[in-house]
């Protein structure tokens, strides 16, 4: 999983969907990943600059994530270190994600390719500064061969079955992305504790006609 440049001031710059959802999305994915143990490599464009530091809430839901500082590389991939890190964890399959999707996404996906990586590009755990540079970054990126996903599909993708002991933990970081999934969960848990309740009610009854009886 390599998470790049999701830094305070390049969210700024984001239009071409919600930045907020979009930062959303990118914390989920650390989540996702912490809690099935993937790799997590992060690093931040110019951190002292305006583009301001990384976004707290990925370290804090990826703690043992491995950030790689850029030496001003405007493509990740350039920096010796970022690719060495990546090489490092032994895997060839990369899930990207960054601010902005046409600079920090697309150009180390497609430089991960020509080195042998399978890579996918998360879009909307990205963004960029128009619909229409989205759109041309996507684009460019398929031309490459890189897969476009989103998040809920990578998250499934790796969940794979709801029959697991972290079954509530995927049901939450999907929630996290899929708003309106957390309604479906609250509604849900309102229903089963309102059909317990009265179970347990009915059975209080049955027990006190029992003994009036």
Not at 28 to 38: I, N
Not at 58 to 72: D, L, N, Q, T, W
Not at 161 to 172: C, D, G, K, L
Not at 183 to 188: A, K, M, Q, V, W
């Given at each position: ?19 907020r959802?979009?930062r ?31 976004i ?23 920096t ?7 090489a ?18 697309a ?35 398929i ?16 969940q ?22 957390q ?6 848990q309102?229903v089963q ?16 006609e029992?003994?009036?009886?």
């Open positions: 999983m390599l998470l790049i440049d999701h830094q305070s001031g390049l969210f700024q710059v984001v239009s071409d969907q919600s930045y959802q979009a959303a999305n990118a914390v989920a994915l650390a989540r996702l990943a912490a809690l099935v143990d993937m790799p997590v490599i992060t690093t931040a464009s110019v951190p002292d600059g305006p583009n301001g530091p990384l707290p809430e990925i370290h804090e839901s990826a703690p043992k994530a491995r950030y790689v500082a850029c030496a001003g590389q405007v493509n990740a991939w350039d010796p270190e970022f690719r060495q890190a990546v490092d964890t032994g895997k060839r399959s990369l899930i990207i994600s960054g601010v902005i999707t046409s600079v920090c996404v150009e180390p996906a497609i430089s991960a390719l020509a080195d042998g990586y399978t890579v996918y590009g998360v879009i909307d755990a990205s963004g960029t500064y128009s619909k229409l540079s989205e759109e041309l970054t996507v684009a460019r990126m031309q490459a061969g890189v897969v476009p996903i989103d998040t809920t599909a990578v998250i499934s993708e790796v794979k079955t709801w029959n697991r002991p972290e079954a509530a933990q995927f049901a939450s970081i999907h929630a996290s992305v899929m708003t309106n999934c309604l479906l969960i609250e509604s849900y309102r504790a309102e059909a317990t309740h009265g179970e347990a009610a009915d059975a209080e009854r049955k027990i006190f029992r003994v009036s009886g």
